[in-house]
C-alpha cells in the first residue's frame, strides 16, 4: 500500500447540508452562465459563426466595388433595399440584413441552439453535467440562455460591422427608400434598431424548435439541419396562397414584417402579429424541450 | 459494456431515432393542426339559388317601349314564400353586366338578401340603347324591376307593389341609385359608389367656379367611357368598384363570355354610334370635335345627373368615393351628400383610397367599406342593428404592407360630414416670381397627371407624373415645421394674363420630399379656363382655383409645390400655341383639415394579446420556477434514517426500457464506507443501467436508490457526493486534458480549492500531455483522465464503470491501489467490471450479477476463499472418474476434456490426490478452485462468456 499523501481526508466533504449535497454546492450555482459562455466560446464553430458576421458585411461590400452590375428591379416596392445598398451606411446594413434575415441568420440561430445540448451529448459529457449535478432545467436554461446571447452577438455582429463598413465606405447618409419618406440618420437608426429587434423575435422560432430536436437527439447535425429544414418547409408552404388563411398560422408568415418599420408611417401591424405568433411559438416549443429533457433518459 | 454486441446499439439507437422523428413529427402536426383549426373557422360555401331570366320592362318616355333585360336572382337559402327577406338591386358599372357584380351580389345573397342583378339596357344581351341612366329608361326600367321584385313571394315588401329594397351600385350603377330613388319612393336605403353629382361637370371641370360650358373637356376619360360603350368590348369601365366584396363593380368580364352581345340583339349597329342613343352620340361628338360643351349637350348630359333631382331622395343614403379617382372626384360625393342631407334625408359619407384609378384599393379599405355597406343596408332595408354612427370616415395611405407587397389604408371618423372644406383650414405660404409659360400647339407635348383607368397602376406615375420644362410655373413653400393631414381640396389663388384674353391652365399641389422627390396625390388636377384675361399679369384679376380634394398627410420637413401648367395628357386644351404669364395672388395655399379620431382596428386588439401573452408567460414562468423549487426542497431534505451513514443504499431496483427491455429485474446492494465493492457481471447483465440510474441518468422504473439516506433522484443535489465515470470518458475534444478538468470543476460552481487538481492530475498520470487536446489522446489516456476527473472534489462514493479499461498493466496495478487508497476515511468506492480478476484483485467486496439479478454478494475474501471443488489434470481421466466415484462423499462435477472438477465434500486435496496415485493414475495438476469463479461460471453460464471476455 502507498502512503497516503495523494488522498486526504476531506473534513469539509461530509455533507452537512439538509440536502445532503456537498459542501460549496448549491443547486442554482452550477454551471454558472459564465462557465457555458467559455464552453462555446472556446469552440471552432462558435468562432467562425462570429467569425463570419463580421466577415459578410466585408465580403459585400468588395463585391460592390465591382462596379456596376445589371439592374434587375424584380423585387416590388422593397426592391429599392437593393437599388439603395449603397447610399449610405445605413442602407448598406438594410441590405446586408434583407439578404441575411431570411436563411443566413436562420442557420446561425439554429446552429449556436441545436447544436448546445445536442453536441454535449455525441461527446458523452452531457451525463458528467448531470452527473454533477446540474439540475436538468437549470442545464437546459443555462444552455438555451447563452445560445440565445450568441444568436443575439451575431446578429449584433453582423449589423454593426455592416453598419461601420458602410458609414465608412459610403457615408453617414439619411436611410432612403421608395416605401417611406427619407428618413434622418438618427430616426433611421432607431429604425435599424426596432428592425434587429423584430428579427431577433422571429428567430426565437428557430431557436426554440432547434431546442426542442437538440435535446431530442444527439446527433447535433440533426438538430441544426432539422430546424433549418422545417423552417424552410414552413416558407414554402406560405409561398403557396392557396392554402389562404392557413399560412397566417405557419411560423414562418410574418418573418417579412420587419420591412414594414421602414415605411413611413410605421406599420406595426404585422410586426405586432408577428411578434404574437414567433412568441407562442417559442413558447410552445421550448415548453416541450423543457418537458422532454427534464423526464428523458439520458442514454448517450 | 464499453462495446456492446451491434443488436444492443442498435436496441439502444433505435428508440432515440424514432424519438427525434417524432418529435419532428409532432412539431409538423402542431402547425398543421393549429391550420387545421382556422381552417375550420372558414365559412362553408353558400348554398344560393339563382335564377337567371330575360325580363320584358317598358319604359321610355311613355312607358310603352319593351325592352329585355337579362337577369339574376340570388336567392338566400332560407328565403321562401313564408319567410321572405328584404332585397337589394344591385347595378354594375359602365361597360358591364350583371356578371360583373357576381361576386357582390352573392356576399349580399349570403347575407340574406334576395339580390337582383341586370344588365342595363344597351349592354350585354340586355336589348335597348344606352341613354346613361335616363330617367325615362334605364331608371324607368329599374322602377319595373321593383315592380317585378315586389311581385315574388320570396321578398318582403312594405305594401303590395312596394318592395323592401335597398339598391346598391358603383359607377353607373351609383348615378342609378340615387335617380332611382329620386324618382321612386319605393326605394328603402341607397349605397352609390364612385359616382357622379353632376356629369357635364365630370367631363368638363372647371375649378374657378365656372360651369361645364367653360369646362375643360377630360377627353382620356370620356374617349374610354365612349369607347366602352360603343364597341360592346371586355372591359366594364367604373367596373373596378370600391371593394372585390360587397360593393358593386367587380372585376372585367373576359370578352369571350360575352357570346351574345349588341350585334345581335340591337341589329345593325351605327359605327360610329355603337349602341348609344343617337342623342347621346351626337352630343359626345359635338364635345370632343371642339373641346367644349354646347348648351344643349350640357343639358343632355345634366338630364343623366343626379344634381337638381336629389331634394325628392327620401331613402337613406350612403355615398362611398374614392380619393384615387380622376374621373368622379371627391367632389361629385361631396356635391350629391349636400343636395341629399338639404331635406333631412340620413346621409353619410365614407371616402375610401381606391376609385377608378386606385381600384378596390387596400384590403383594409375594402374591409371597411364592405362593412360600412352591410350595416347601412341592415339597418335601414333589413332594419337589423343600431343605425350607423360616423357621418364621415375616411382613410389614408399609411404606407406599404410589407407582407402582401401592397398598401395600407388606416381609417379615420368624424361626427359631423365636414364637406371638402375640411373643419380647419390652414394656411402654407408659397412663393415664387411671375413666370412666363408656353401652350404648346395642339396639346402636345403635354404633361402626365394621369392615366385613366389604369387602376392601381397609376399610383405608381407618382414618380413620374412630368411637367414639360418652359410649359408649367413652379411656387414652392419652405420646408413644413409640423406634418399636416389634409382631408378635403385646398385652395390657392393665382393670377394670369395672356395676349389672347383666355387660358387654360391646369393648377395641381405636388408635396416634394426632403430629397426632391415630388408627388402629385392620385394624379388629381384641377383645370380652369380663364376669360377676359389682360396682357400683362400685374393687372390681372385674382382667381381662386379650388384644387382636387385629397386625403394625405404631409410630412414635416416636406414643401408644397404650386404648378400651373399649360397642358395635360388627359385634357383637351386650345390648339392655337400661346405664352401666358402666371403669378400667385395670394402667397398661400390654404390646406383643410378634418378633427377626426383613428378608426380601432384589430390591430389595438393585437397588441394587448401580445402584451397579455409575454405577461401570461413571465408569470407562468414565476409559477413553476417557485412550485419545482419548492417541491425539491421538500423531498431534498427528506433523510431515510437506516441509510443514513451508508454511501449507496439500492433497494429493488427494476428498470425497463420503452421497448419494453427489462434491463434491470431486481438488484438490492449496498456500498458501506471503507469498501471497494465491485459489481461483477458480463455484457449486459445490467451493470451500467444500474450506474446509469445511480447518476440520475435514467429514472428506474421501480425501486430506490439511497445515498447517505437521500433519496435519489436526477439532478438530486447528493449527487455532489459521487465522483462517476460511466460509460466511458465524455470531454469536450476541443479542449485540452487540463482544460477539460477546469471546465467541469466550473460547472460544478463549487470553491476551487475543493477540487484538489493536484491530486486528480497526479492520478492521471498524464505528465505534459495533459497540455494538449483531449481529441489527441489515446484510449487510456483519455480513461485515466476521466478517472481523475471523477475523483475531483475527492466525493464521498466513487462509481467508476470498467476503470481499467484500456490501461496498460502498470496502469492497472497502479490504479488498484489507488482506489484501495481511496476507500479510507469514509469514502467507498464502486467499481463495475466484467472480469472477474479485476474484481478480486481491487475490491473488498462483489456483488455479481447476471441477467439483471443479483447472483451473489459480500466480502470478496468470502466469495473468492477456497471453495471445496478442485481441478485435477490426470493422464487417464475415465479411470480416474471410476477411482473418485468410489470415494464417498466425493463427486466429480460434470466438466470436460481431460480435466475433472470434484467437489471433495470435506476429504483432503492430499488424500484424493493419494488415492489416484495408488490407483495407478498419473496427476499432472492440481488446481484448488475458488467460490467467485464457481459461482460466476455457473450463474453466469457458458453462453455470455463469448461476449464478456475481451
Known sequence: MMAQTTVEPNAGDSGGTPSGAAAGYRPFATLPLRAEFRRQASRRRTQLALGFMVLLPLIILIAFQFGSGDDDNGRGEFGSLVEFATSGGLNFTLFTLFVSASFLLVVVVALFCGDTVASEASWGSLRYLLAVPVPRARLLAVKLLVALTYSALALLLLAGTALLLGTLRYGWEPLRSTVAAQLEPGEGLLRLLAVLGYLAVVLLVVAGLAVLLSVSTDAALGAVGGAVLLWILSSILDQITALGVLRAFLPTHYSTAWLGLLSTPIQTDDVVRGAISAISYATLFWGLAFWRFTRKDVVS | ?950
Open chain 2, 1 to 950: 459494456m464499453r462495446s456492446p454486441s451491434p443488436a444492443a446499439w442498435i436496441r439502444r439507437a433505435l428508440p432515440t431515432r424514432r424519438r427525434a422523428l417524432a418529435a419532428a413529427a409532432a412539431v409538423v402536426v402542431v402547425v398543421l393542426l393549429a391550420a387545421g383549426v382556422a381552417g375550420t373557422l372558414r365559412p362553408a360555401e353558400p348554398d344560393l339559388r339563382t335564377e337567371a331570366a330575360l325580363i320584358t320592362v317598358r319604359s321610355g318616355p311613355t312607358g310603352d317601349e319593351p325592352v329585355e333585360l337579362d337577369t339574376t336572382l340570388y336567392l338566400p337559402p332560407a328565403a321562401a314564400a313564408d319567410a321572405p327577406v328584404p332585397a337589394v338591386l344591385l347595378g354594375h358599372g359602365f361597360g358591364g353586366t350583371k356578371e360583373s357584380v357576381r361576386a357582390d351580389a352573392e356576399e349580399f345573397a349570403d347575407r340574406g338578401y334576395a339580390v337582383l342583378t341586370w344588365t342595363a339596357r344597351g349592354f350585354g344581351r340586355s336589348g335597348g340603347q344606352i341613354h346613361l341612366d335616363h330617367p325615362d329608361y334605364e331608371v324607368r326600367d329599374a322602377q319595373r324591376l321593383l315592380d317585378w321584385l315586389a311581385a315574388r313571394p320570396e321578398v318582403v315588401t312594405d305594401a303590395t307593389g312596394d318592395p323592401r329594397v335597398g339598391v346598391v351600385g358603383g359607377s353607373y350603377g351609383g348615378a342609378l341609385a340615387l335617380l332611382l330613388a329620386a324618382q321612386d319612393q319605393r326605394v328603402d336605403a341607397i349605397v352609390p359608389m364612385i359616382t357622379w353629382n353632376d356629369l357635364a361637370r365630370s367631363f368638363l371641370p372647371e375649378q374657378s367656379g365656372e360651369g361645364p360650358e367653360q369646362g375643360v373637356f377630360k377627353k382620356g376619360w370620356a374617349g374610354l367611357f365612349f369607347g366602352s360603350g360603343g364597341n360592346p368590348g371586355p372591359a366594364p369601365l367604373g367596373g373596378s368598384g370600391p371593394a372585390g366584396g360587397l360593393a358593386p363593380g367587380g372585376g372585367s368580364v373576359p370578352g369571350g363570355s360575352l357570346p351574345e352581345n349588341a350585334a345581335t340583339t340591337a341589329g345593325a349597329v351605327d359605327p360610329s354610334c355603337g349602341r348609344f342613343a343617337p342623342d347621346v352620340c351626337a352630343a359626345y361628338l359635338r364635345i370632343a370635335t371642339t373641346g367644349r360643351a354646347d348648351p344643349d349637350a350640357v343639358a343632355l348630359l345634366r338630364r343623366s345627373s343626379p344634381a337638381g333631382k336629389l331634394d325628392r331622395v327620401e331613402a337613406p343614403t350612403l355615398l362611398v368615393q374614392g380619393a384615387a379617382d380622376t374621373l368622379f372626384p371627391l367632389t361629385e360625393a361631396d356635391a350629391n351628400a349636400r343636395e341629399i342631407a338639404a331635406t333631412g334625408t340620413p346621409v353619410q359619407v365614407a371616402w375610401f383610397t381606391g376609385g377608378h384609378d386606385g381600384g378596390d384599393g387596400p384590403k383594409t379599405d375594402r374591409d371597411r367599406v364592405r362593412h360600412l355597406t352591410a350595416r347601412w343596408l341592415d339597418h335601414y332595408v333589413k332594419g337589423e342593428g343600431p343605425a350607423p354612427a360616423d357621418d364621415f370616415t375616411f382613410s389614408r395611405i399609411a404606407g406599404f404592407d410589407a407582407l402582401n407587397r401592397g398598401l395600407v389604408a388606416s381609417g379615420f371618423r368624424a361626427t359631423g360630414y365636414p364637406g371638402v372644406g375640411g373643419t380647419g383650414r390652414q394656411p402654407v405660404s408659397v412663393s415664387g416670381p411671375a413666370q412666363a409659360i408656353a401652350n404648346p400647339p395642339a396639346g402636345n407635348p403635354a404633361a402626365i397627371s394621369s392615366v385613366p383607368f389604369a387602376g392601381e397602376l397609376s399610383s405608381l406615375l407618382d414618380g413620374v407624373a412630368g411637367d414639360i420644362p418652359g410649359q408649367h410655373a413652379r411656387f414652392e413653400s419652405a420646408p413644413l415645421p409640423a406634418a399636416v393631414d389634409v382631408v378635403g381640396a385646398p385652395t390657392v389663388s393665382i393670377r394670369a394674363a395672356s395676349p389672347t384674353g383666355t387660358a387654360v391652365l391646369f393648377v395641381k399641389l405636388y408635396d416634394v420630399a426632403g430629397d426632391g422627390a415630388a408627388t402629385l396625390p392620385n394624379g388629381l388636377v384641377a383645370p380652369i379656363r380663364l376669360e377676359g384675361l389682360p396682357a400683362a399679369v400685374e393687372d390681372a384679376e385674382p382667381v381662386t382655383v379650388t384644387l382636387p380634394a385629397i386625403v394625405r398627410r404631409i410630412e414635416a420637413g416636406h414643401r408644397l409645390r404650386v404648378v400651373v401648367a399649360t397642358s395635360d395628357q388627359a385634357y383637351a386644351t386650345p390648339v392655337e400655341p400661346a405664352v401666358y404669364s402666371v403669378a400667385l395672388a395670394s402667397g398661400a395655399v390654404t390646406l383643410p383639415t378634418v378633427a377626426s379620431e383613428p378608426i380601432p382596428t384589430d390591430a389595438v386588439v393585437w397588441r394587448w394579446v401580445l402584451a397579455g401573452l409575454i405577461a401570461t408567460i413571465v408569470v407562468g414562468l414565476v409559477v413553476v420556477v417557485a412550485v419545482l423549487r419548492r417541491r425539491h426542497q421538500r423531498r431534498e431534505s427528506r433523510v431515510h434514517p437506516e441509510y443514513a451513514g451508508v454511501p449507496l443504499a439500492v433497494r429493488e431496483l427494476r428498470k425497463e426500457y420503452a421497448d419494453g427491455f427489462v434491463a434491470v429485474s431486481n438488484v438490492d446492494f449496498e456500498v458501506h464506507p471503507g469498501q471497494v465493492v465491485g459489481l461483477l457481471g458480463p455484457n449486459g447483465a445490467g451493470k451500467t443501467t444500474t450506474l446509469r440510474v445511480l447518476m440520475g441518468l435514467t429514472q428506474p422504473t421501480a425501486g430506490e436508490v439511497y445515498v447517505f439516506g437521500h433519496r435519489l433522484v436526477p439532478g438530486a443535489p447528493v449527487l455532489s457526493r459521487i465522483g462517476a465515470l460511466v460509460e466511458g470518458p465524455g470531454f469536450l475534444p476541443h479542449l485540452s486534458g487540463q482544460d477539460n478538468l477546469t471546465a467541469y470543476w466550473r460547472a460544478t460552481g463549487r470553491p476551487w480549492a475543493d477540487a484538489h487538481f493536484d491530486e486528480a492530475l497526479e492520478i492521471a498520470g498524464l505528465g505534459t500531455s495533459v497540455h494538449r487536446k483531449v481529441r489527441t489522446y489515446s484510449h487510456g489516456m483519455r480513461q485515466r483522465l476521466a478517472i481523475a476527473q471523477a475523483m475531483l472534489g475527492l466525493p464521498q462514493l466513487l462509481v467508476l464503470d470498467e476503470p481499467t479499461d484500456g490501461l496498460d498493466p502498470p496502469q492497472i496495478a497502479e490504479m488498484r491501489r489507488v482506489l484501495r487508497r481511496y476507500a479510507t476515511d469514509g469514502r467507498a468506492v464502486l467499481v463495475s467490471s466484467h472480469l472477474l480478476a479485476e474484481v478480486e484483485q481491487t475490491c473488498t467486496h462483489a456483488v455479481v450479477v447476471t441477467k439483471g439479478q443479483i447472483v451473489a454478494s459480500g466480502p470478496v475474501e468470502e466469495i473468492v476463499g477456497e471453495s471445496p471443488s478442485v481441478l485435477l489434470e490426470v493422464t487417464d481421466p475415465v479411470a480416474a472418474r471410476e477411482v473418485l466415484d468410489r470415494l464417498a462423499g466425493v463427486s466429480v462435477l460434470p466438466d470436460g476434456d481431460g480435466q475433472l472438477v470434484v467437489d471433495t465434500n470435506g476429504t483432503a486435496r492430499s488424500e484424493v490426490v493419494a488415492e489416484l496415485v495408488r490407483a495407478g493414475i498419473g496427476v499432472d495438476r492440481v488446481v484448488p478452485r475458488r467460490r467467485l469463479e464457481d459461482a460466476f461460471l455457473a450463474l453466469v453460464g457458458e453462453n455470455s462468456r463469448g461476449s464478456g471476455d475481451r
